[in-house]
């Protein structure tokens, strides 16, 4: 029955945060977070109730959960998803069903009266008739329970602040970044796609000078777009003389900034016309 409560809790967590934050979500996501992970894997382990008893399963499912959540951020910071909220969320769902189900499957296989069932008369320990070592780890415990906490706190009272930045791009004339032009004939026009994107929170106003081997030959601008506008328009380009690999810069300004905010370039072989 507890593992059930544990598995419809989670569900529960996983809606709320589908429809949006609320205080419910933030009770729910301690435990979530906490002592769930480790809780069904206590179960899944030790369906007897005489291997542990409840005081010590809650010690170690708090601890359990503490090096069970980071493990799993850790092995989703290897995949395409990353450690973002829903593939956090479902894994940690994920972990907490299964083990609920193998923590079911091996009670239902022991007889019923040696089943663990929790209790709710516990009766906690006395410290003075604890162990050093006990004591100790007993200590760590709660310390680490505590800076989890005060960290989780930390994380749902914080503002997010969003990284202000522009985005800044030279692509080929099928709008892929690879297929730029490497090689025109003198007098032909390069023509390749600028793009620009404001992702600085506000309006901001931009220019864009090109240069061929540090010699100004064209300026863009301004191009005034607005909080999370973009830019993109395809721009030729005329060397002014043959040679292999000329650089072929592109200086990004910001309002009215007096040094480049981005810098991009290419190379260019400018062949003699036939």
């Known amino acids: 029955m507890d593992v059930i409560v544990v598995i419809l ?16 979500m933030i009770v729910l996501g301690l435990p979530f977070l906490l002592f769930f992970p480790g809780y069904t894997l206590m179960a899944a382990l030790f369906p007897q109730k005489e291997r542990l008893d409840t005081v010590e399963r809650i010690a ?33 769902t994920l972990f907490i069903f299964i083990a609920s189900s193998v923590a079911l499957y091996r009670r ?27 004591k100790v780890l007993l200590l760590a415990l709660v310390l680490a329970i505590l800076a989890s906490i005060g960290a989780f706190g930390y994380a749902v009272a914080t503002p997010r ?3 202000s930045f522009t ?15 490497r090689e025109v004939a003198s007098g032909e026009k390069a023509t390749v796609i600028l793009g620009i994107v404001n992702h600085e929170r506000q309006s901001k106003f931009y220019f864009v000078e090109i240069k ?7 300026e863009i601008g301004p191009i005034s777009l607005a909080s999370n506008g973009k830019s993109e328009q395809s721009v030729s ?22 040094q480049p905010h981005l810098k991009l370039h290419i190379w260019l072989d400018v062949k003699e016309a036939e």
């Open 237 to 258: 380009i005329l060397p002014t003389k043959a040679g292999e690999d000329q650089k072929v810069e592109f200086l990004l300004y910001k309002d009215d900034e007096g």
């Open 60 to 92: 170690l499912s708090f601890g359990l959960s503490i090096a069970i959540v980071p493990l799993i951020g850790f092995v989703l910071n290897y995949t395409p998803w990353g450690v973002k909220l829903n593939p956090i969320l479902i894994s940690i």
């Open 161 to 163: 602040v969003e990284e």
């Open 9 to 24: 809790l989670s569900l529960l967590l996983a809606l709320l945060a589908l429809l949006g934050d609320g205080p419910f």
């Open 108 to 134: 239902w296989r022991i007889p019923e009266d040696e089943r663990f069932e929790p209790r709710l008369h516990i009766k906690l320990p006395k410290w003075g008739g604890q162990s050093k070592l006990s």
């Open 167 to 181: 985005e800044f791009y030279v692509a080929g004339s099928g709008g892929m970044v690879e297929d730029y032009p």
């Open 212 to 218: 061929i081997d540090g010699e100004k030959v064209q």
